[in-house]
């Protein structure tokens, strides 16, 4: 043996073997720090490392057989030992082993200090989810991958100040091929979360993995394989360990996310209703309500299935015309959102149904103002709590707060629509018309298809006296009621009386019952005064949604002088925020 070892000596093998390993990491460190920034799949980093460790044994054996002599590379048995070589040899491979070395102690100093420089910085406290990959084979099971991943941002949500993109944003990137680092960079995160799940029978198989967005290297990963009973189980554990593999001092004392008791078919069902609520259309939100039933006919104290039932009810008034069938709606809804809050008082979005059944439904709006303001306090990372929160508090004549709400919906959900919407909203509401176009501009280009996705681009441009961006705007907006009074607005401020009396007739045609305070609009601002009084009362009494815009809305300006105004102010029982 020591003649063996003698001859690894002489050979240089010992040495070979430390260059080999020291340019290997300084490969395998290039790989996953610049790779990511070329947008460089991560498969070729898992090859650049294989490869280096496959590499090793065929370069001993390169090294046992071959000499590296001031003349070239030569075959040992080649060389005559009564020269110098094996002593020169060594010391231009000590040379390059220095070399080496010193390239990879430098970069290990620079990527100490750029990571601690980042850990220092809110920006690690930061996570995307983005929706779990369904591997079952069964498209049917999809509801069940996107269920699960919308539950991990629920659970993020509840550690300590740990920043969690919301739903809306996280899902813009199902199905992509964009890398982790442009992902990190929309959404201004730090780490991403992805996985898969399988589902079989009574059994799923769940695949996780914490990356560093900027590299796409992995922080943890792990793979759980459990029974359905046990999911909600599975779900806190990732959350923690995901809490863990961030490294913060913040979640040092977290509280780990509840873990409900709830049967394995309410959770289905409860999986399946938000499948159906995310696509909105009123057909799939009655679907979802059905998909609700079913959960708390299983689960009678499921809390979470009872808000958003509520929820998803309010959303139904909205777009029906019936003020019976309305009210009867808005009553079930508010019964089930105490009904949430009863079952679980810490639960945010318990308090978010029942302060927008009380404020839109029961026109309670100091109640509603509260409970909303409370479900804002419990989860600092809901998006949809914020955003409401805003409508509220604009409703309310606090514009600065709600302003700082709708930017906190913003904030939490980047990439969400209807959170640029109602920040566009706010602003419009106080006229910062560069702003407000700005948001509203954004919003289309997020979800062009979308209802008002071109509305409050029509409204900044007639209160700017725009009529060409006011006409080209309005004919681009989807919803047909909303398009008719954009179109008899733009039409207005262009001059065409008989084409705005055309619009103005197709809107009262097709949304007498519904769009009252639509057609209210358009007369305030043609002037016609008593006419948007008129269908201002029609409003009032059929308990349309758009009346609470009565004590901002720009486009009503031309009325606040009448007394009519502020007896229906007073009766709508909403602040003047002019006194």
Known sequence: MSGFLGELQR????????????AAWLLVQIATQVFPFFDIPNATVRIVVIAVVVGFPFAMLFSWFYEWTPQGIKLESEIDRSESVTRQTGKTMDRWIIAVLALAVVLLVANTVVGGKRASGDIDRSVAVLPLINESGD???????????????????????????????????????????????????ATLLEGTVRK??????????LINAADGRALWSRSYDRELKDIFAVQSEIAS???????????ATAPKPVVPEIKVDAHN?????????????EKDLVKAIQYY???????????QAYAERAETAISVADLIADSGRKAGIYADALRDARKAVELAPELAEAHAALGWALFLGNWQFSEGLAELERSAQLSSSNATAHKLLGRVLMYMGRFPDAEAAARRAVEIDPLMATAHLALARVLFTMERLDEADAEAR??????????????????????RGDGETALREAQLE???????????????????RAASDAALAQLIAMGEQSLAYQIAEVHAWRGDKDAAFEWLQRAYDSHDGGILSLPSDPLLKGLRSDPRYAELLAKLGLPDPGQ
């Open 11 to 22: 050979r240089n093998v010992h040495r070979a073997a430390l260059f080999y390993a020291g």
């Open 139 to 189: 498209p049917a099971n999809e509801y069940f991958s996107d269920g699960l991943s919308e539950e991990l941002i629920t659970a993020l949500a509840q550690i300590g100040d740990l920043k969690v993109i919301g739903r809306s944003s996280s899902f813009r990137f199902k199905g992509g091929a964009e890398g982790s680092r442009v992902i990190g960079e929309k959404l201004g995160v």
């Open 200 to 209: 079989q029978g009574d059994r799923v198989r769940i695949v996780a993995e």
């Open 241 to 251: 360990a995901v809490a863990v593999a961030l490294k913060s001092a913040l979640f």
């Open 269 to 281: 069902a409860y999986l399946q209703a938000r499948f159906y609520w995310q696509r909105f259309s």
């Open 293 to 303: 039933d079913e959960a708390i006919r299983l689960e009678p104290a499921y809390a």
């Open 442 to 463: 954004k919003a289309a280009e997020l979800q062009p298809g979308s209802t008002s996705s071109h509305r409050w681009q029509v409204f900044v441009a007639v209160l």
């Open 478 to 496: 989807p919803n047909e009621g909303f398009r008719l009074c954009s179109l008899a607005l733009a039409q207005a401020v262009r001059g065409d």
